[in-house]
C-alpha cells in the first residue's frame, strides 16, 4: 500500500526532477490498487508484505492514497494551471504523501522500506548499464 502511493505519484516524477529521498523514487509504471487495496505488480505486493503493516497502517494507506490520486487528477486537470505551475503543486503533494507516509510507518518499517526501494533502484541501474 505505501508503494501504492509513491506508484501513484510515479506519474508526477516523470514531469519533474527525481527527488533526492531515494526511498521515494520509484520506477516509472503506474501501480493501480485492487479491490483490497494492494499494488498489482507482484514485486510491490510483496516489498509490501516484508513492512508487516498492520491493519490499521493499511487503512491509513489506502485511505492517503485515495486522496492522493484524487489530488494529482485534479490538479492535472486544472487548464487554469501552466505546466509550471502543475509541477510544483504537484511536488508539493509529493511530499505531502511523503511526510504522511513516513507518519504512518514505524521507523523501522521507514527503514526498510527504503532499503528496498535503494536495492531495487540498483538493481534496475545495473540492468540498464549492462545493456550494449
Known amino acids: 500500500m505505501c508503494l501504492m502511493v509513491l506508484g501513484s505519484i510515479a506519474q508526477v ?10 526511498a521515494v523514487q520509484v520506477k516509472n509504471e503506474p501501480l493501480e490498487a485492487a479491490d483490497n487495496g494492494a499494488p498489482q505488480n507482484a514485486k510491490n505486493r510483496e516489498m509490501l508484505s516484508s513492512l508487516n503493516l498492520s491493519k490499521e497502517q493499511r487503512q491509513k494507506l489506502k485511505k492517503m492514497h485515495q486522496g492522493t490520486k484524487e489530488k494529482k487528477a485534479a490538479i ?4 487554469s494551471l501552466t505546466e509550471d505551475q502543475k509541477g510544483e503543486q504537484l511536488n508539493e503533494l509529493h511530499k505531502a504523501a511523503v511526510a504522511k507516509l513516513k507518519a504512518i510507518l514505524s521507523e523501522e518499517q521507514w527503514s526498510k522500506m527504503k532499503e528496498m526501494r535503494n536495492e531495487k533502484i540498483n538493481g534496475q541501474n545495473l540492468q540498464v548499464d549492462s545493456k550494449p
Request: proline content about 7%; glycine content about 0%.
Open 76 to 79: 492535472e486537470n486544472d487548464t
Open 13 to 22: 516524477q516523470r514531469k519533474m526532477p527525481v527527488h533526492s529521498d531515494a
